[in-house]
């Protein structure tokens, strides 16, 4: 039984580039959410993933945004990178009901320059 | 404002027993979930509360105060490998988002 994949596993860009990072779901869960992670800080939620669409939105700008395609897997979309997005990416599945535990993938580490 | 309250850092011995305390303040409650993270990997489930009182699991247990705010994380029999951070976190009502404490980075002398 899979767990949750990330891809890449690490990533350095230069400030004002743009950034994608993917996920793929534990098996049998449809929901996707995306955390970063600040050295020493707990995670941060940016959004959720539920049938195709944003369920709710933690409080990121809009250079931040995602997909989630039919097989459930999904992307996070950084736009005009700044210093401050360096963190860890970390993408958690779980199911629907939204009362599940989310499992969290490896995460992707991602250095802006 | 929401609010999740752990200490910075916590020291213990090998074999010996700890407690790692998360108080929370937030809009609603809808469960709490406990975290293991080694340094540069994910998040890994240990616990989750989401009514008063204990909840063991092996070397691990967890409490639960809903009325006073409060949750802690006991770990017996320590090992070095328990060295980690450990993240509390809370769903409050109505949401899918966890709101999360910075963790406690626990380190396990011999």
């Known amino acids: 039984d899979a767990g949750v994949t990330q891809s890449p596993t690490h990533l350095i860009k230069t400030r004002g580039q743009q950034v994608t990072l993917r996920c793929s779901p534990k098996s049998g869960h449809d929901t996707v959410s995306w955390y970063q992670q600040a050295l020493g800080q707990g995670p941060q939620f940016i959004f959720q993933?539920?049938?195709?669409?944003?369920?709710q939105r933690g409080n990121f700008p809009d250079r931040f945004s995602g997909h989630q395609f039919p097989n459930y897997s999904s992307e996070l979309n950084v736009n005009a990178l700044l210093l401050g997005d360096s963190a860890l990416y970390l993408c958690a599945s779980s199911h629907s009901t939204g009362q599940e535990t989310q499992y969290f993938g490896p995460g992707t580490r991602l250095l802006v320059l | 404002g929401q609010n999740i309250d752990q200490p910075t850092e916590m020291t213990a011995t090998e074999g010996a027993i700890v407690q790692i305390n998360c108080t929370y303040q937030t809009s609603g409650f809808n469960g709490l979930f406990w975290y293991q993270q080694h340094a540069g990997e994910a998040p890994t489930f240990l616990s989750y509360?989401?009514l008063d009182g204990l909840e063991e699991k092996g070397r691990f247990s967890s409490f639960l105060s809903r009325s006073k705010g409060y949750s802690y994380l006991l770990l017996k029999e320590l090992q070095m490998k328990d060295s980690a951070s450990y993240l509390c976190a809370v769903r409050s009502d109505s949401n899918y988002q966890l709101i999360w404490g910075a963790g406690t980075k626990l380190i396990i002398k011999p």
């Open positions: 993933y539920y049938e195709e669409e944003e369920r």
């Open positions: 509360n989401v």
